[in-house]
């Protein structure tokens, strides 16, 4: 039985060490000003509303807001950086952002 109880505690000691102790920004509770208001201009109409939703993303140490509906056909045209402008068009890079981002946090626009 001890030899049980020190080999539980073997793993659980490793999987503690192992765990991914990075420096990543944590997500707002709340989505900015500025956000909430884009929110509300899509869901004007309730019936978008359960198909809305804002993903927090970190990348390159800053936070991204990324505002899709279900409906739209371009799925990236709502990119905004925590300044609140929209990166999408802009010489952003891409194809580096999509690669190596982290998606932090997905909020329900029906909050």
């Known amino acids: ?32 000003g ?3 208001a884009k929110v509300d201009e899509v869901i004007t109409n309730k019936d ?3 198909i809305t939703q804002v993903t927090i993303i970190q990348y390159n140490n800053e936070l991204y807001y990324h505002l899709y509906c279900a409906i739209w056909s371009c799925s990236h045209c709502y ?10 068009g802009q010489s952003f890079d891409f194809e580096t952002f999509m690669k190596e981002k982290k ?3 997905t909020i329900s626009a029906c909050q």
Request: net charge negative; proline share 6%; glycine share 2%.
């Open 1 to 32: 039985m001890r030899q049980i109880f020190i080999i539980i505690c073997l793993v659980l000691c490793t999987a503690l060490v192992a765990c991914d102790k990075n420096d990543d920004l944590n997500a707002p509770e709340e989505l900015p």
């Open 34 to 36: 500025w956000m909430k």
């Open 48 to 50: 978008l509303c359960p």
């Open 79 to 88: 990119l905004y950086n925590s300044k609140g402008e929209n990166v999408f």
């Open 103 to 105: 998606e932090i946090k």
